[in-house]
């Protein structure tokens, strides 16, 4: 007799496939990400068809873990032999596949089982990521004059999945599914002559095919991030699994490439395969108004993908520049250092890389912009060379690079006077991690014993009892803190001191109404006159202990410098100027033509 079934619970099975160190940081993601609003999991490990000793290495995982339960099946089980039987004693309505090589992302679940609410649909799916950022499917289609499965926005960067839409493809492929019970047990088993992502295709094809819900979804509110190996969810790893696939489907499978694309934002048309395109022997152009001029644009962020670029500023740097484009009538995506080269980089008309510490090569023939904000000593002419334009925030570097200057910016909509009330935060504030070769503004700071609050990583133990803060302030926090000190400490690499390169922080405490004090930069005075300048501890207590009014002026004079930098150096303003060398540049080419 089955089980009545539980709306509220959530029935996770784990395929096998991949090593179990990747389902061990799989499980330690489901624990990081669960949410007390989100349906209570009911999550399974098998050991069938596993040698002893990886047995014993999946109990261990359900052992030390709150959220999955292992069932022990002897070596000569199959693993759906194992599934059939959990899912049969479960009282979950609902079933979610989990691939091994995958970790789920906060707020996964949700929209998953909320997709199957639709009695119109028989299974959804998360849009599955690459670890480098970029989308490595979002489904799968079938190509309108072969049959030929193509992963839907393979190569294409985040901001390409339309949100919160939901996205009808011909079949998926893995990462995470949803699905009914009953219907993982009526569609039955997977076909083990096929890997990769063509296994679970066949899956969902037959399962719609047989359900009485036939759509198949891909939720981009619901996203994971494949681990695995490079092709491991691949459909053409092995050409003998797609001759398999195609010899059962290639005249049953519903084609929908050109609905599919189109819904996406994309014209396809099928043509000989020339040169770099996200699908081979296919074309694709942007579906845009008559009358749009607008160019879409790649910014090359310096900066890793997901949670740890989050503390970069580089990432916040790239986001403000994207929006101040996009206000323009840009399209814009950003692209985190390891997906520079992704695949559909082709389909971009502009690829304007924000320098770090990341240099990259421009590898097609859209427009390309070097803009340097850092590490200027990093840049070699050979490098700058590949780029249409190289510009620079500083007033006189990169003359024999034919740079040209563009400071840093700031945001106005989140550095403004009117977040906090002055001096009502730190006395001294100092925000950025600590490093090796040292911070000498904090020293001078702790030096003159002043009142100093520090927000950063890396200071446990560096700084006197209480001036250590927190690791991390969120970027839309960080106006109201800068406005609310009595001082804010600015410091330069030593690099990009002596090149004239000021900091983007600079700018934003003063459009914040902040009191900001630097460190010596060449040029400084030329950008912000009434910023002092401190050299060591004893300048910078006399600048500390100095009348605020005298040294900075009055509240009305802090907001009409706050509003100064704002008109001049904030995101737009920068974004106008690179449209302006986009322009030129393409013009240039079409004289040449």
């Known amino acids: 007799m089955e089980p009545s079934l539980d709306p509220g619970t959530v029935l996770v099975l784990v395929r096998r496939g991949g090593r179990v160190a990747r389902v061990r940081t799989l499980v330690a993601s489901l624990e990081e990400v669960r949410r007390p609003s989100d349906p209570a999991l009911d999550c399974w490990l098998t050991t069938a068809g596993l040698p002893l000793a990886a047995s014993l290495r999946l109990a261990a995982i ?28 479960s009282a979950a309505r609902l079933v979610v596949v989990l691939d091994p090589d ?28 690459d670890r480098g950022g970029s989308v490595r499917s979002a489904g799968v289609t079938f190509c309108a004059v072969d049959g030929s499965p193509q992963m839907v926005l393979g190569g294409f960067a985040a901001e390409d999945v339309p949100s919160p839409e939901f996205i009808e493809v011909s079949a998926l492929s893995g990462g995470a599914v949803a699905l009914r019970r009953d219907d993982l047990l009526a569609t039955g088993r997977f076909n083990l002559r096929l890997r990769g992502g063509l296994q ?7 399962l719609a095919e047989g359900a009485m819900a036939r759509s198949l979804m891909v939720v981009p509110e ?30 049953r499978v519903p084609r929908l490439d050109e609905r599919v694309w189109r819904m996406l934002g994309w014209s396809l048309t099928h043509e000989p395969d020339v040169g770099q395109r996200p699908l081979a022997g296919h074309a694709l152009s942007r579906l845009r108004e008559a009358k749009s001029s607008a160019l879409r644009w790649a910014i090359k962020n310096p900066a890793p993908p997901f949670d740890r670029g989050e503390r970069w500023g580089d990432t916040h740097f790239a986001r403000d520049l994207a929006a101040a484009l996009r206000r323009l009538g840009e399209e814009v995506v950003i692209d985190a250092a390891p997906a520079f080269d992704r695949s559909a980089a082709s389909i971009d008309n502009v690829a304007l890389l924000v320098r770090g510490i990341r240099p990259w090569t421009p590898t ?126 600015c410091d330069h690499w030593s690099d990009m001191a002596e090149q004239g390169f000021v900091s983007n922080r600079l700018f934003d405490v003063l459009a914040a109404g902040g009191r900001a004090v630097s460190d010596p930069v060449s040029g400084l005075h030329a950008v912000a006159p009434d910023v002092p300048v401190v050299s060591g501890a004893e ?55």
């Open 364 to 489: 097609h023939s859209q427009v390309s912009l070097l803009w340097v904000i850092s590490h200027p000593d990093e840049v070699l002419a050979a490098e700058a060379g590949t780029f249409d334009r190289v510009l620079a925030a500083s007033a006189h570097w990169g003359a024999e690079l034919g740079a040209s200057m563009l400071l840093q910016a700031t945001d106005p909509a989140l550095f403004h006077p009117d977040m906090a009330a002055p001096d009502s935060g730190p006395e001294v504030l100092f925000v950025g991690g600590a490093r090796a070769s040292g911070r000498p503004m904090v020293e001078w700071a702790v030096e003159a014993g002043l009142p100093l609050a520090v927000y950063g990583p890396g200071w446990e133990d560096l700084l006197p009892e209480g001036a250590w803060r927190g690791s991390y302030v969120e970027h839309d926090r960080l106006g109201a803190l800068y406005r609310s000190a009595g001082l804010v400490l």
């Open 222 to 251: 619901s996203r994971v991030v494949f681990w695995g190996e490079a092709d491991g969810d691949s459909l053409v790893s092995r050409p003998m699994d797609l001759s398999r696939f195609m010899a059962r489907w290639a005249n």
């Open 102 to 129: 995958v970790l789920v992302r906060p707020g996964w679940l949700s929209p998953l089982v909320g997709a199957l609410e639709s009695p119109t649909v028989a299974a959804a799916a998360a849009v599955v990521m």
């Open 62 to 89: 359900a052992e030390s873990s709150d959220v999955v339960q292992v069932l022990v099946e002897p070596e000569q089980a199959t693993w759906q032999e194992s599934w059939e039987s959990i899912a049969r004693a």
């Open 200 to 206: 679970l295709a066949d899956f969902t094809l037959r």
């Open 539 to 593: 300048e910078l207590r006399a600048v500390y202990e100095a009348d605020r009014v005298s040294l900075f002026g009055d509240d009305v004079a802090v907001r009409a410098r706050a509003a100064h930098v704002a008109a001049l150096h904030s995101f737009d303003a920068r974004a106008r100027v690179l449209i302006d060398a986009v322009a030129s540049v393409r013009e240039a080419r079409a004289g040449r033509s």
